[in-house]
């Protein structure tokens, strides 16, 4: 195990740094019965400048950027953001893409996805259940048990994260300290997320990571939220819940654009965990009502 000292200067590497000043932001811990009271301590984040810290897409509606601000500034807290195209990569929008944040059960989605790449789906992890069955309550029902227990069948984060590495993941974006999130040491970029979904979206095993992942309004972690708005049924996406921090990553079914992937990580110790799931859910339906060129002409 790192040194805390050690600890916090490999975490320095994930904040990609273009000039200017660079800020900090402490992240307070979260204790719990599943964590180790004397490894936890405050991780500062690293902050990029935000000169240049959006791409402009080539969607047409020019609401997108400051809706999304909009919310972002009204619940407050550190958030990271980026959406793609599935299609062809195409950036729709992104805010502090390559900054490390504190993934919480987000980490999930990089637990599986190792997983399946390393060991085959009838592959026996505990109890008679088989890897396909353990990663559908992993990810469907968030259960950190499965997730930790998952890591150390493959040979814990180091291998995991050689693995993610050998699919085209950048080992700069990301660190595993557990396998379920629960670690205030974890951490991943909302691009390093991003492109693990998309890694899997076109994985020999993708059929058993998508269908394992909670549907708006309808299924898992998701089931209570965002019913009865325009994307229930068709954001099919991982939760992440601790004190201080959520998260959603995943996949929407947009009318236009086809598959958007999409990943948001919000850090906020001083906002309630519920404003910053109605911050993220807000989000995701503004994603859904953004359109391109050819529909704001027909229109």
Known sequence: MLKRKQFIHCLSILAFTYGGTVS??????????????????????????????????????????????????????????????????????????????IPASNMKILTTAAALQRLSPQTTISANKSLQEWVGVTLLRSNNYYADTLLKKIGGGVVAKQTLINLGINPQGFHFADGSGLSRRNLATPRVLVDTLKVMSSNPQRDIFFTSLPTAGMSGTLRNRMKQTPVQGIVHAKTGTLTGVRALSGYLDHREYGTLVFSILANSPNQSGAALVKGIDEIVINLNNTYGCQSSINN
Do not use: H
């Open 24 to 101: 900090a932001q402490t992240v307070l811990p979260e204790v719990n019965s599943y964590n180790n009271p004397s490894e936890v301590f405050s991780i500062p984040i690293e902050v990029l400048p935000p000169e240049n810290n959006n791409i402009p897409p080539s969607v047409c509606n020019p609401s997108i950027s400051p809706n999304i601000e909009g919310i972002m500034k009204r619940y407050g807290g550190s958030w990271g953001i980026l959406v793609e195209r599935l299609s062809d990569g195409e950036t729709i929008y992104q805010y502090n893409a390559d900054r490390g944040f």
